[in-house]
């Protein structure tokens, strides 16, 4: 149940009767809210200010007429005006008991279906294949899969869909790396390994050459702008006293600054690849290595037979390489479709467009042009070739054919914000307007060294060896022999490795999730596997303390087909804000998909971990003062266990028995 969604229901039903305004009706329905002083209520509704002149009564008035006329009776215990026209409402701890026990008997704490299910297609991870993932892409599969897990505990039908980029460039380079440097031995052994090392190799080559050729480009650069820097300081002689060139002139200054700091960091990228000798002589074999990889690319997409063949026996080598990952962390999907899948749609796509003139010829290629936007979408370049939006574009019309989505959601970094934005704007003037498309945007992960994150390879191995290292660190927080001893726990190393395992990965997920997804966050080991806090292992380790309790309890005799059926009395304050909190499940998990912000997720299992902590400071449970008391309690404790278990699987996120 939606505590808020039914209050405000009622409130509706009065509000009705009193404002002819269906729009302020609404606008008043907004400002109930949940308290955020429970000591003073646990909603509240600030509603009357707002109508006084409206209705040209005094707030204080309004709001007792609308108490009077108000039917809660059943929900609340007390309903009050306060201060200047504030209406307090405490829930009744009958009805809280109430719901509680629907939550105890239903396999999914009594959270209802939604009325009207959605259908939902979720492009995540995607992550573009024979190149190194990178931590970015964990963060998309993480945020993704939550969603699509949370959409679909509410009923909604969701189709996920692994947008692989498995036609793009990198293909060219692994291409032309293996018919100049490739070493057949270690390719026939370590396929995986091999390609990895050939991109690598060709990125490098090609990354150094690109670095030389930026060389004279900045030199230029940093000249015109110190010339007009020159020339705005005579202008700002001449006029001294106009703010308006002496902004100018900061800019212009500024700018010299920041080209010269790039071509210095030219020169050391640079310097750094000419300490490889064996680098600079294959450069010197390979000149404009790119624009050969181009044209493998370029060959593959034209359909050459051998191009096609080495594409066909390099995927799967691919595909196995980022599957460790996905299997490591429990994520599957529905659908693989990559990019290649759509190769014979975009001469259609490009078609299309111009039948709905929608694209017109500009400098030899084929452009939409957007109201909004400075520059055009490109679907087609000079040379003939398709891009990454004509791709998005066909995806985004077979989707529609194959699955007629409401609502399309794309868990992208936040530096594509701009292609999205075209994008959606492109998709609504080909008429797939019915779709609520979404850009799913996230922040950079970042470095405790305040720049972005890289594994130290910055390979796939990379990623996978920093999974290791967080169920190594969570091994040793957790399982280290003096902790156990310390809380009086046996346990053989199957055990230890399997709770390692799953607070640790557990840890990796919870820290890409609890923070806003749209802020970069600090990716910080240390942090993450701690034991208190806003961790995982914290959750994990509350849900293991309860299981503890009720093994204990169990040997008292207190099993749980005792407790099961005893009524739940909750009195004490810290039982109440529980039971307050437990019963926002439902709302929390609403709210937490409107902006689609699994850390309202997070934040809702460590704020119920803590009410927990509190309960069970407050609250005896084994040696409650009375069985009836016991009872209740360890019937209370099984459904915070119940919940936090719950909450961790929507986020992908496993529990154990002990810890
Ligand atoms: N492959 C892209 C990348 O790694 C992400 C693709 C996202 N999905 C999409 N439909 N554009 O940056």
Not at 372 to 398: C, E, H, N, S, W
Request: net charge negative; with cysteine.
């Amino acid at each position: 149940m939606q505590i808020l969604k039914a209050i405000r229901e009622r409130f509706r039903d009065v509000l009705q009767k009193l404002l002819d305004d269906p729009a302020m009706v609404e606008s008043s329905l907004e400002r109930i809210v949940a308290s955020r002083d429970p000591s003073l209520a646990d909603y509240q509704a600030n509603i009357a200010m707002p109508l006084q002149k409206v209705l040209g009564k005094p707030p204080l008035q309004i709001a007792q007429g609308v108490v009077d006329n108000l039917e809660l009776s059943d929900i609340c215990e007390s309903v009050s005006v306060a201060g200047a026209g504030y209406i307090n409402l405490r829930l009744s701890p009958g009805w809280l008991s109430e719901q509680l026990e629907q939550a105890y008997r239903d396999g999914r704490l009594a959270v209802t279906l939604v009325d009207a299910p959605k259908t939902y297609i979720i492009d995540y991870s995607s992550p573009n294949v024979a190149k190194p993932m990178h931590v970015g892409h964990i963060r998309s599969t993480v945020i993704g899969d939550a969603i699509a897990k949370v959409l679909r505990f509410l009923g909604h039908k969701v189709i996920t869909d692994n947008h692989l980029g498995d036609w793009g460039t990198q293909f060219g380079m692994i291409i032309y790396g293996y018919k100049n440097f490739c070493d057949k031995e270690a390719y026939k052994t370590h396929p995986v390994a091999e390609l990895s090392r050939l991109y690598r190799k060709v990125q490098s080559i090609s990354g150094y050459q690109e670095a030389v050729a930026q060389t004279p480009k900045l030199e230029q650069a940093i000249e015109f702008a110190k010339r007009r820097v020159e020339q705005l300081q005579a202008k700002l002689a001449a006029a001294p006293a106009d703010k308006k060139i002496a902004k100018e002139l900061a800019a212009a200054e500024r700018g010299v600054v920041s080209s010269e700091e790039e071509l210095q960091s030219n020169h050391e990228k640079i310097a750094q690849s000419q300490k490889d000798a064996l680098l600079v002589a294959e450069s010197t074999a390979h000149p404009a290595i790119y624009e050969k990889v181009l044209a493998q690319t370029a060959a593959l997409h034209r359909g050459d037979l051998e191009n096609l063949k080495l594409w066909n026996e390099f995927l799967p080598n691919c595909r196995e390489e980022i599957d460790i990952i996905y299997h490591r962390l429990n994520v599957e999907f529905d659908h693989w479709y990559g990019e290649s899948f759509y190769h014979d749609m975009l001469g259609a796509v490009v078609e299309n467009l111009f039948a709905k003139n929608l694209a017109v010829q500009s400098d030899g290629a084929v452009c939409v042009f957007l109201d909004g936007f400075d520059a055009p979408m490109i679907v087609q370049k000079q040379d003939g070739a398709y891009l990454y939006a004509t791709t998005d574009v066909a995806t985004a019309m077979f989707r529609d054919r194959e699955f007629s989505p409401d609502v399309s959601l794309y868990v992208v970094d936040h530096r594509q914000g701009e292609h999205f934005k075209k994008l959606f704007a492109v998709l609504n003037k080909i008429g797939l307007g019915h779709t609520d498309f979404r850009h799913i945007s996230f922040g950079t992960v970042m470095g405790t060294d305040g720049k972005p994150f890289k594994t130290r390879s910055g390979s796939t191995v990379g990623l996978e060896s920093m999974l290791d290292e967080a169920v190594a660190r969570a091994m040793e927080v957790v399982c280290n022999p003096d902790r156990l001893t310390g809380v009086g726990i046996q346990m053989e190393d199957q055990e230890k490795l399997h709770i390692a395992e799953t607070v640790g990965l557990g840890a990796i997920k919870y820290a890409d999730l609890a923070h806003n997804r749209t802020s970069d966050y600090v990716f910080d080991m240390d942090k993450m596997v701690r034991l208190d806090g806003n961790t995982s292992a914290y959750i994990q380790y509350s849900f293991a303390r309860i299981r503890s309790i009720l093994r204990k309890a169990e040997e008292k005799g207190m099993e749980q087909s005792k407790w099961q059926v005893a009524e739940l009395r909750l009195s004490e304050a810290s039982e109440l804000a529980l039971a307050l909190h437990l019963v926002r499940f439902e709302e929390m998990l609403h709210q937490s998909m409107q902006d689609y912000t699994p850390n309202l997720i997070t934040e809702y299992l460590y704020e119920l971990a803590k009410h927990f902590s509190s309960f069970y400071d407050q609250c005896s449970v084994l040696n409650a003062p009375s069985q009836d008391e016991a009872f209740s309690r360890l019937k209370l404790s099984s459904i915070v266990a119940q919940n936090l278990k719950i909450g961790l699987e929507l986020l992908g996120i496993g529990v154990v028995e002990r810890m």
